[in-house]
T-cell receptor
Framework: SQKIEQNSEALNIQEGKTATLTCNYT??????LQWYRQDPGRGPVFLLL?????KEKRKERLKVTFDTTLKQSLFHITASQPADSATYLCALGDSGAGSYQLTFGKGTKLSVIP | EAQVTQNPRYLITVTGKKLTVTCSQN?????MSWYRQDPGLGLRQIYYSMNVEVTDKGDVPEGYKVSRKEKRNFPLILESPSPNQTSLYFCASSSSGQPLHFGNGTRLTVT
């Protein structure tokens, strides 16, 4: 069966450093991958989408890579700030008729320490 | 403003008392979905709908019902709530291959 692992349940980093979060998957060939941010008690908010034929996507301080050979995505936040503290979820999706359905990882809780 | 609206935000009820959590979206999305989120278990899908009058079970559908009579609304019904349905619930909507838009959640406590 499909499996998604976000390698760390929690990650603590110093303000100003680059945070790197990992999402690995098995038994799956996703057409695209998404990253969401979730604050406590709130709904996830979409950050970035990367498709299977793309290696890298950037948005301001965020960067996502997608390696379909390694079956892995890395999510980077550069120059991290305390306001970046949140739980980050990766989600994988299919193409065609299955393109609506997403499978979510359990998330990594990032804490940026001032 | 594009949004998914869930009500109520908080709900405390007793075992067996039927309840409905409403969900409405204003983006004309064909796809809507309900999730529950519990500590250590992540987001788990309850039911989803590809369009009006089309619904299907997700990973954890037992004890829940849904309906999709209109494109914008997708209510979640618990006909006989039990304490193991105490959770944080999210409604979401999207178009094909596009990001999900989530509501702000409903925190349900069943005593």
């Amino acid at each position: 069966s499909q499996k998604i692992e976000q390698n760390s349940e929690a990650l603590n980093i110093q303000e100003g450093k680059t945070a790197t979060l990992t999402c690995n998957y098995t038994n799956y060939s996703p057409a695209y991958l998404q990253w969401y941010r979730q604050d406590p008690g709130r709904g996830p908010v979409f950050l970035l989408l990367i498709r299977e034929n793309e290696k890298e996507k950037r948005k301001e301080r965020l960067k996502v890579t997608f390696d379909t050979t390694l079956k892995q995505s890395l999510f980077h936040i550069t120059a991290s700030q305390p306001a970046d503290s949140a739980t980050y979820l990766c989600a994988l999706g299919d193409s065609g008729a299955g393109s609506y359905q997403l499978t979510f990882g359990k998330g990594t809780k990032l804490s940026v320490i001032p | 403003e594009a949004q998914v609206t869930q009500n109520p935000r908080y709900l405390i009820t007793v075992t067996g008392k039927k309840l409905t959590v409403t969900c409405s979206q204003n983006m004309n999305h064909e796809y809507m979905s309900w999730y529950r989120q519990d500590p250590g278990l992540g987001l788990r899908q309850i039911y989803y709908s590809m369009n009006v009058e089309v619904t299907d079970k997700g990973d954890v559908p037992e004890g829940y019902k849904v309906s999709r009579k209109e494109k914008r609304n997708f209510p979640l019904i618990l006909e006989s709530p039990s304490p193991n349905q105490t959770s944080l619930y999210f409604c979401a909507s999207s178009s094909s291959g596009q990001p999900l838009h989530f509501g702000n959640g409903t925190r349900l406590t069943v005593t």
